[in-house]
């Protein structure tokens, strides 16, 4: 079974902090994807990855960046903090091929204060 | 407008009924279609996947696929206390393309 793992289920940070959540997949996935859900608002997409070290923007990129240094992990990265970013943060990967099935993780709950 | 609509819910109904969930798109490029489900502080797990249109059964599952109405649908029969979740659907125009996802619907099934 592909697994996909998540640094932490929940996390409590400050507003300007700079904050790291890390995802790490065992399935050699070339593709890798960050995700933010609200309610109402469904999934959006923050940033994917199609392979080691490129990175492309997604719907709603601006406050984050991302980092991927070897093929089975994707880091998403808060450069400072704000209260709207207040989330569930999920990540998920997915084979290169037909189809478009993603696996995810069990998700970070963030809370900025 | 959204390119994927999703009624959000909550869809409340008793236990072993069959249940109808509904999404609606405007992109007739769309070929991919998949139903996920959420449990609470879960992350998403697939449950169907449709390439194009037509009906895909799995146990009490069926997806259906009309793309000339731009609808796709999801039943379950014989519903079950656990089957409460909510449940995104979500879609793309090929491999190499996002998923564009629906909000989710939030189903509970009373026992």
């Known amino acids: 079974d592909v697994k996909v793992t998540q640094s932490s289920r929940y996390l409590v940070k400050r507003t300007g902090e700079k904050v790291f959540l890390e995802c790490v997949q065992d399935?050699?996935?070339?593709?890798m994807f960050w995700y933010r859900q609200d309610p109402g608002l469904g999934l959006r997409l923050i940033y994917f990855s199609y392979d080691v070290k490129m990175k492309e923007k997604g719907d709603i990129p601006e406050g984050y960046s991302v980092s991927r240094e070897k093929k089975e992990r994707f880091s998403l990265i808060l450069e400072s903090a704000s209260t709207n970013q207040t989330s569930m943060y999920l990540c998920?990967?997915?084979?290169?091929?037909?189809?478009?099935?993603?696996?995810f993780g069990p998700g970070t709950r963030l809370t900025v204060t | 407008q959204k390119e994927v609509e999703q009624d959000p819910g909550p869809l409340s109904v008793p236990e072993g009924a069959i249940v109808s969930l509904n999404c609606t798109y405007s992109?007739?490029?769309?070929?991919?279609f998949m139903w996920y489900r959420q449990y609470s502080r879960k992350g998403p797990e697939l449950l169907m996947y449709t390439y194009s249109s037509g009906n895909k059964e799995d146990g009490r599952f069926t997806a259906q696929v009309d793309k000339s109405s731009k609808y796709i649908s999801l039943f379950i029969r014989d519903s079950q206390p656990s089957d409460s979740a909510t449940y995104l659907c979500?879609?793309?125009?090929?491999?190499?393309?996002?998923?564009?996802w629906g909000a989710g619907t939030k189903l509970i099934i009373k026992p």
């Open positions: 998920a990967s997915r084979p290169s091929g037909i189809g478009g099935e993603q696996y």
């Open positions: 992109n007739s490029a769309f070929q991919y």
């Open positions: 979500a879609m793309s125009r090929g491999s190499n393309y996002q998923l564009i």
């Open positions: 399935m050699d996935h070339e593709n």
